[in-house]
T-cell receptor, first 120, second 111 residues
Framework: DAGVIQSPRHEVTEMGQEVTLRCKPISGHNSLFWYRQTMMRGLELLIYFNNNVPIDDSGMPEDRFSAKMPNASFSTLKIQPSEPRDSAVYFC??????????????????FGPGTRLTVL | GQQLNQSPQSMFIQEGEDVSMNCTSS?????WLWYKQDPGEGPVLLIALYKAGELTSNGRLTAQFGITRKDSFLNISASIPSDVGIYFCAGQLKGAQKLVFGQGTRLTINP
C-alpha cells in the first residue's frame, strides 16, 4: 500500500521566491496535517484539515504561509515569499477519523517522507 | 501551549542493552503514541496507547500509558543496530485532534 506521498523531497530556492510543497494522503484517510521540523523547535503542527476543510491553522507562522486541500487526495503548502528562516523539513501526515467519534477521533497519524526546504 | 517533557534527550548504549525512555506532562492525555524517525525519513508509528495503565508490546518494544494519564514510557529490549534513530512520544488531549510531540530521544548504539 502506498503511504503518504510528498513532493518534492528536496527544494533549494532563493529568498523571495514562491515555494509550493505537495502532499497526497493515504487513500481513505480524511484528516491531513502539515508539520515543520527544525533542530531548534522540533516538530510543530502548522495546520490540519478534516474532510478537506481547514480546522486549525493557529500554527501557521505568518501570512506568507498558506495551505489548501482542494480534494481528498491532494494538499499544498505554499510559502510566498520565502525567507531563509523557513528552511526546515516539512512533513505531511494523514489519519482516518471515524465520523461518530466527534472532535477527538483516532490520532494514529501516518507521516510522509518530508520535503527538505533550503532557502538561500 | 501544552508541552511534553521527553527524557533522556540522547542515549549511547552497547548493542544488546535494554533501553528506556519516557515522557511526562502536567496535562492529562487521552492517547499516547510513540514514533521512530530514521535520518532523512518521516516519523513511523511504533505503538499507540488508548487506556490508562495499558501496556502494549510490538516485538522488542513495550510501551505503557501511565495511570495518572500524564506520562508514558517506551522500553526496547536487546537493542540491535537498526534501533538507531530518534524516538518521539506524542500525546492527544481529550476532545482534541492535534498531537503534542516530545522533543525526541536520540538513540545511538555501539556495536
Amino acid at each position: 500500500d502506498a503511504g503518504v506521498i510528498q513532493s518534492p523531497r528536496h527544494e533549494v530556492t532563493e529568498m523571495g521566491q514562491e515555494v509550493t510543497l505537495r502532499c497526497k494522503p493515504i487513500s481513505g484517510h480524511n484528516s491531513l496535517f502539515w508539520y515543520r521540523q527544525t533542530m531548534m523547535r522540533g516538530l510543530e503542527l502548522l495546520i490540519y484539515f478534516n474532510n478537506n476543510v481547514p480546522i486549525d491553522d493557529s500554527g501557521m507562522p505568518e501570512d506568507r504561509f498558506s495551505a489548501k486541500m482542494p480534494n481528498a487526495s491532494f494538499s499544498t503548502l505554499k510559502i510566498q515569499p520565502s525567507e531563509p528562516r523557513d528552511s526546515a523539513v516539512y512533513f505531511c501526515a494523514s489519519s482516518f477519523v471515524p465520523l461518530l467519534t466527534g472532535t477527538g477521533g483516532s490520532n494514529e497519524q501516518f507521516f510522509g517522507p518530508g520535503t527538505r526546504l533550503t532557502v538561500l | 501551549g501544552q508541552q511534553l517533557n521527553q527524557s533522556p534527550q540522547s542515549m549511547f548504549i552497547q548493542e544488546g542493552e535494554d533501553v528506556s525512555m519516557n515522557c511526562t506532562s502536567s496535562s492529562i492525555f487521552n492517547t499516547w503514541l510513540w514514533y521512530k524517525q530514521d535520518p532523512g525519513e518521516g516519523p513511523v508509528l511504533l505503538i499507540a496507547l488508548y487506556k490508562a495503565g495499558e501496556l502494549t508490546s510490538n516485538g522488542r518494544l513495550t510501551a505503557q500509558f501511565g495511570i495518572t494519564r500524564k506520562d508514558s514510557f517506551l522500553n526496547i529490549s536487546a537493542s540491535i543496530p537498526s534501533d538507531v534513530g530518534i524516538y518521539f512520544c506524542a500525546g492527544q488531549l481529550k476532545g482534541a485532534q492535534k498531537l503534542v510531540f516530545g522533543q525526541g530521544t536520540r538513540l545511538t548504539i555501539n556495536p
